[in-house]
């Protein structure tokens, strides 16, 4: 049997452990970084992004044990406490303007870069996709408009 190993081998997924708790994560590119498990993108699930790093691997430094969760390390080393709802949230857990898109399973704005969409597109998916939520007959017209640009846009017609 090997010696006992603090790191957990990760795939991607949900954060595996409180938001609250401070981890030490590993990426692909071999960097660590010591921080707060809920400012993190775990969900990866195997595949890099943008070429950014993803993370490989994480050890648990202190686990949450009341409502406030260690954010920043002062010039002493100590973690300054702050409460779950003074965290930052990351753009995709937010919406300005109404709650159209936050109840959808993926995000048009997530799905057209995933695949590499242009604006035209994206618009058309953003349109299409809000349409019985927001503006009704103005957003399919709106989609309309930009698939009639792409076309003269792609092939002059």
């Known amino acids: 049997m090997s010696e006992w190993d603090p790191w957990v081998e990760w795939n991607g997924g949900e954060c595996p452990v409180d938001p609250r708790t401070v981890v030490d994560v590993q ?75 936050k109840k959808l399973a993926i995000q048009p704005i997530e799905y057209c870069h995933k695949n590499g969409l242009g604006p035209c597109e994206s618009f058309v998916v953003k349109y299409v996709t809000r349409y019985k939520d927001k503006n009704g007959k103005e957003d399919l017209l709106k989609a309309i408009h930009c698939i009639e640009l792409l076309i003269e846009m792609e092939y002059g017609e």
């Open 27 to 101: 990426y692909d590119d071999m960097e660590t970084e010591v921080a707060i498990a809920g400012t993190l993108a775990w969900g990866h699930k195997g595949v890099a992004r943008n070429n950014l790093p993803r993370i490989v691997r994480y050890t648990v430094i202190s686990e949450c044990k009341d409502s406030k969760t260690p954010t920043a390390r002062d010039e002493t080393g100590v973690f300054e406490q702050k409460t779950v709802e003074q965290l930052p949230k990351k753009a995709a857990e937010t919406q300005v303007g109404g709650d159209h898109y």
